[in-house]
DNA sequence: TTGTACGCGTTATCAG
DNA sequence: CTGATAACGCGTACAA
């Protein structure tokens, strides 16, 4: 069932269907009526293959994210996805995991792929040199790349992120402000994100006075329980601390687990505070005090820009979205 | 850059280049350097559309969840991506949510991009009359459905599920081996999968010469919170229970929040065993005992069976993997 | 072993 | 407003 049958049936040129089903040009609407009924009762749907071939598009855009079991990838994979379908776009996703040589094979793939857009989930997707960033660089001479909560300068390369700065900064104060005297920032590799958030902690306790110390910061394993055992091994070690502030929710999950499992009291002796605020933060006893970045927002943003984008309008490369502290049960003291 | 400048610049024919990059037929060895090298150095990748539209096939896999921010789906999309990569296939994605026209929508939309297969996650797409099934059955005539986790009889339909009746069968009757005589199913949809667990329960507890009663089963709101007040109202009207038996771990994780809320103690006054052994179970203190389905062996499967498929081999229309329960702290009193 | 010519199903162009 | 025809880039019989 192909164009020819439709215009066969119709009494028309393959042109008037075709004009028809994109309602380019003026069609009469007696041919219209005539076309349209042949095409529903056949059920006729163009050959998108074909149809790539002469637009060179497929109206696809490609998404790379490292993990989509993590929870917070998985919610942006979900707006995003909506966002997209709304507009009439397809997603073809790719989890790369942490290898730096497959994400660039993932990358070259999708190219190879022609997606009309490439969006990449998180700051782990930028490298710390030029050199290892070049096949974005490369990728972007193809098609918009698109950082959701991440940011690299380029040519046709955008991005949206979370003011992960202000709202570390923001929430650490009002920790301190609760009677909190030694604060510990807690994370788990060295992202983009995770450098912006600790900027923001140093300039917190720096603003109260308390000098900043390398010792505040603790790198942890990769889930909860590591976490966990991390901040016990630290405590065996003199480390003091009565403030947590970690950079996603498992991570605090894991410092009311250390609370709970040493009898240490939430949020009398220690406050804890997460970030993403997902549905992690409802899931311990008590609940987190966690970071809001709207990831809604930002994922909805991520989409408008794009469609800008297609548009050929001139748009900032940049958009930032503020981030709010959702406040529960493991601060305030 | 097409196929004929690559020809031109290697000196030969198109149907050369094309032979040596599909490596079809015998070509001397003397051109079929010549033809790399030129392919080599113009980084020539076949348009895709041109090659779909040839084939028929993009090399595509549809998957289709109701919500990828569910861990439980994100794993999934984890594995079958991996596992569709590594056969080089391609995989669109779409979260159709809960409304029963969206998935069909969305189901049409990835026919007409002719993919080769489409894959549910979750028996959340099996409704429960033929006629809401239609969509499914009309869908195998062009391409073959696969379920993960999830069962629907019918021509080029498969399915690969994990054996939840006897995994919550077994897991209930080792709780009841500890001392627990008060059941609770605690569940948030009637799904077909919950339906099994449900009846793996009931196996359970007759054996264990309890009679059952429907009020030993609790629907519960969509989160951990709104299944921690579900079992607090439940208490309130004089329901008893000293085990509960969760259909998944968020559920699981809820049931912990109101036995810590109300100062039960875990396990000693009450056992909870969750579903899925996510990351979830450790996230809670004491952590969950859970029933691992093996996920990631019901992925493999899945690929498996869907590779065969292709090959017009004759497989087997369902695969059962069976479950294993996970000793954690909510359990063993 | 290699090359020629055609077909795949669209959309775009241009003439009527 | 409509129709004929030329791309689009590839795979593949068939001929050489």
Redesign the interface.
């Known amino acids: 069932m192909n164009i020819y049958d439709i215009a066969k049936k119709a009494g028309v040129s393959i042109a008037t269907v075709s004009r028809v089903l994109n309602n380019s040009a003026r069609v009469s609407e007696a041919t219209r009526q005539r076309v349209l009924e042949a095409v529903e009762e056949e059920d006729y749907?163009p050959?998108?293959?074909?149809r790539?071939?002469m637009l060179?598009t497929?109206k696809?855009v490609g998404?790379m994210c490292q993990?989509?079991?993590?929870?917070y990838?998985?919610?942006a994979?979900?707006y995003l996805?909506?966002g997209l379908?709304g507009r009439d776009y397809?997603?073809?996703?790719?989890?790369t995991g942490p290898d730096p040589e497959d994400k660039q094979r993932?990358l070259s793939?999708l190219l190879?792929?022609?997606v009309d857009a490439v969006i990449l989930i998180g700051s782990s997707f930028v490298e710390k040199t030029e050199e290892e960033n070049r096949y974005l660089y490369q990728a972007a001479q193809q098609v918009p790349i698109l950082f959701l909560n991440g940011i690299l300068n380029g040519e046709n390369i955008y991005g949206c992120m979370s003011d992960d700065y202000k709202a570390v900064k923001h929430a650490v104060s009002y920790a301190l402000g609760t009677g909190c005297r030694s604060p510990l920032f807690l994370y788990r590799a060295d992202t983009m994100s995770a450098g912006r958030k600790k900027a923001g902690f140093i300039s917190a306790i720096e603003d109260a006075g308390i000098p900043f110390s390398e010792r505040m910061c603790c790198l942890s394993g990769r889930?909860?329980?590591e976490a966990a055992e991390c901040l016990k091994a630290l405590r065996q070690n003199h480390g003091v601390f009565d403030l947590v502030m970690a950079a996603d929710d498992?991570l605090a999950?894991g410092a009311?687990?250390y609370a709970?499992?040493t009898g240490i009291r939430i949020p009398e002796d220690i406050s804890i505070i997460g970030y993403n605020n997902s549905?992690?933060a409802?899931?311990?006893?008590p609940?987190l005090t966690s970071v809001d970045n709207h990831l809604r927002d930002m994922c909805g943003s991520v989409v408008d820009m794009l469609m800008k984008i297609f548009e050929k309008e001139e748009i900032p490369h940049t958009t930032v979205i503020p981030g709010e502290l959702i406040m529960r049960g493991t601060t305030g003291r």
Chains 1, 2 share one sequence.
């Open positions: 749907k050959n998108v293959f074909a790539g071939l060179n497929m696809t998404l993990d989509a079991s993590d929870p990838m998985g919610a994979i979900n996805e909506a379908r397809e997603m073809l996703l790719c989890c993932r793939q190879a792929r022609k889930n909860a329980r498992e999950v009311v687990k709970l499992e549905y992690l409802q899931c311990c006893t609940e």
